[in-house]
C-alpha cells in the first residue's frame, strides 16, 4: 500500500489539531482510508519548526513554505498558516499538482480567492475545506433529514457562533485581530456559520451586515505595555435572505462573555424544524410539524437524538456510539473525507470552489457593513471554472458513500 507522504504548513493550534487528525485516525477508522505519514513541517522560525518536527516525529522541519509545495516527495499539504498566507502556499501546492487540505477561510481576501480561482481548471489534485462543523454526527444527520424533505419548505433560520475571549480589554492583540494579516472575526467564525447555513439551509441572495470593535487598542502580544491599534471587528451582525426568499440572522462574536465556543443553527420548515448547539454536540433536535397533536398534545414535540459519535462505517466504534463526543472528533472526520476522496481519486466536499464561495459571502458581508445596504450575493461569475464546478460535483458526499471521478 502506498504510504502519503504529509507536509504541514504552520503548527500554531490548528496545525496541532491536523497533525492530531493524521495520529489518532487508525483508532477512529477501520481500516483508515489510506497510508500516511507527516514527513515535514514548516513554521516560520527555526527552533519552533524543530520542536514540531520533533512532536510529530517528521523528517524535516524548515521555514520555506517550497520545501513542501514544491517538493517532488510529498503528496499533501496542510496550509495551518495565517490567513494572509494562505494564497501563495496554495498556489505554489496547485502549481505542483499536490492534494490540499485547506484551513478556513480559503485566503485573507477576495483577489487573493480570484487568483486561486483562476488557477484550478488545470489542477487535478483532490482539495478540501476544514469546514469541519459539517462533519460532527448531529449535523450530518440534519443535512440527511433535510434531504429526505422532513422539514418540507424552509422558512426561516438563525444561526451564531459565539466566543467570549474579546470582551477582555486586555487580551493581546495577536493576528486574528488584525486586518492586514486577514483577522477578524468574519474570517475567524462567520466563516464558519455562512458555510453551514449554505450546506443546510441553501444558498444565501443577499446581506445586510454591521460590524463592531469593541476596543480601539489592545495591549502588544510582544510588549503588553505598549497598545497597538485594533482594525479587525470582533462582531459581525448580519440579515440574510436565502434563495428561496427565507429571511434570517447570522451572528459571529468573540465579545459574547460567558460563550466559550458557541455555534447555534436552527432552522424551520414547513414541516419541522432542526436545533443544534455545538456545546451540546452530542444532539440533534428535530420537531416533527407533521406528527399527531391530539389528544393532549398528541406525540408532538421536540426530538433530542443521540447522535453522539454514531459515524457511518468505515468508522470504529471507538471509543463508544454513546461517549461524549468532542471539538477535535470532527476535525478527525473531516480530514478522513478528505483522505477517502484522496484515496479514491475523486473530488471532495466542501472543495476549493466552497472556499472561494464562502470568501465571496464574507466580501459581501464586509461590502454591506462599509457601505450600510443590502448587497446581493450571487455566485461571481469569475468563480465557475470547470473545475470549479467539477469540485462541487460531489456536494452532498459523506465518508463512506460512493466518489465521483
Known amino acids: 500500500m502506498k504510504t502519503y507522504r504529509v507536509g504541514i504548513l504552520g503548527f500554531g493550534m490548528i496545525g496541532r489539531v491536523h497533525a492530531y487528525g493524521y495520529a489518532t485516525l487508525p483508532y477512529y477508522?477501520?481500516?483508515?482510508?489510506?497510508?500516511?505519514?507527516?514527513?515535514?513541517?514548516?513554521?516560520t522560525r527555526a527552533e519552533t519548526a524543530e520542536k514540531a518536527r520533533r512532536l510529530v516525529g517528521a523528517d524535516v522541519a524548515a521555514t520555506d513554505f517550497r520545501a513542501v509545495t514544491e517538493n517532488p516527495d510529498i503528496d499533501?499539504?496542510?496550509?495551518?498558516?495565517?490567513?494572509?498566507?494562505?494564497?501563495?502556499?496554495?498556489?505554489?501546492?496547485?502549481?505542483?499538482?499536490?492534494?490540499?487540505?485547506?484551513?478556513?477561510?480559503?485566503?485573507?481576501?477576495?483577489?487573493?480567492?480570484?487568483?486561486?480561482?483562476?488557477?484550478?481548471?488545470?489542477?487535478?489534485?483532490?482539495?478540501?475545506?476544514?469546514?469541519?462543523?459539517?462533519?460532527?454526527?448531529?449535523?450530518?444527520?440534519?443535512?440527511?433529514?433535510?434531504?429526505?424533505?422532513?422539514?418540507?419548505?424552509?422558512?426561516q433560520f438563525r444561526a451564531a457562533y459565539l466566543h467570549g475571549g474579546n470582551a477582555d480589554p486586555n487580551a493581546p492583540a495577536r493576528w486574528k485581530l488584525s486586518g492586514a494579516a486577514g483577522g477578524g472575526v468574519i474570517a475567524d467564525l462567520?466563516?464558519?456559520?455562512?458555510?453551514?447555513?449554505?450546506?443546510?439551509?441553501?444558498?444565501?441572495d443577499a446581506v445586510m451586515a454591521e460590524t463592531h470593535t469593541a476596543y480601539a487598542e489592545r495591549p502588544s502580544a510582544e510588549t503588553p505595555s505598549h497598545k497597538v491599534p485594533i482594525d479587525a471587528e470582533d462582531c459581525v451582525l448580519i440579515l440574510a435572505r436565502l434563495q428561496s426568499g427565507a429571511p434570517g440572522t447570522i451572528e459571529a462574536t468573540k465579545i459574547a462573555s460567558g460563550a466559550e465556543d458557541e455555534l447555534r443553527i436552527e432552522i424551520h420548515g414547513s414541516q419541522g424544524a432542526l436545533r443544534f448547539n455545538l456545546m451540546d454536540s452530542h444532539h440533534l433536535e428535530f420537531y416533527d410539524a407533521t406528527a399527531a397533536d391530539r389528544p393532549l398534545g398528541g406525540v408532538r414535540g421536540w426530538n433530542r437524538i443521540d447522535t453522539g459519535q454514531r459515524y457511518l462505517p468505515p468508522a470504529a466504534a471507538f471509543p463508544s456510539h454513546k461517549a461524549a463526543i468532542g471539538w477535535t472528533r470532527g476535525h478527525v472526520a473531516c480530514l478522513a473525507n478528505f483522505l477517502q476522496a484522496v484515496a479514491q481519486g475523486c473530488t471532495a466536499e466542501p472543495g476549493l470552489d466552497q472556499g472561494i464561495r464562502v470568501q465571496q459571502l464574507m466580501e459581501f458581508v464586509r461590502q454591506s457593513a462599509r457601505e450600510r445596504r443590502w448587497v446581493k450575493a450571487s455566485m461571481s461569475s469569475s468563480c465557475t471554472s470547470s473545475h470549479a464546478d467539477s469540485l462541487g460535483s460531489g456536494r452532498g458526499r459523506s465518508l463512506g458513500a460512493d466518489c465521483r471521478t
Open 29 to 43: 477508522y477501520d481500516p483508515p482510508p489510506l497510508s500516511a505519514r507527516i514527513t515535514h513541517v514548516v513554521t
Open 76 to 155: 499533501i499539504v496542510h496550509i495551518c498558516t495565517p490567513n494572509d498566507r494562505h494564497c501563495e502556499a496554495l498556489l505554489s501546492a496547485i502549481a505542483h499538482q499536490k492534494h490540499i487540505y485547506c484551513d478556513k477561510p480559503l485566503v485573507a481576501t477576495w483577489d487573493q480567492a480570484r487568483q486561486v480561482a483562476a488557477t484550478l481548471a488545470g489542477y487535478r489534485g483532490t482539495a478540501q475545506m476544514t469546514f469541519q462543523c459539517r462533519f460532527f454526527p448531529a449535523t450530518l444527520r440534519a443535512k440527511q433529514l433535510i434531504d429526505e424533505g422532513r422539514l418540507g419548505r424552509v422558512l
Open 190 to 204: 462567520a466563516s464558519h456559520v455562512l458555510d453551514l447555513v449554505e450546506h443546510l439551509a441553501g444558498p444565501i
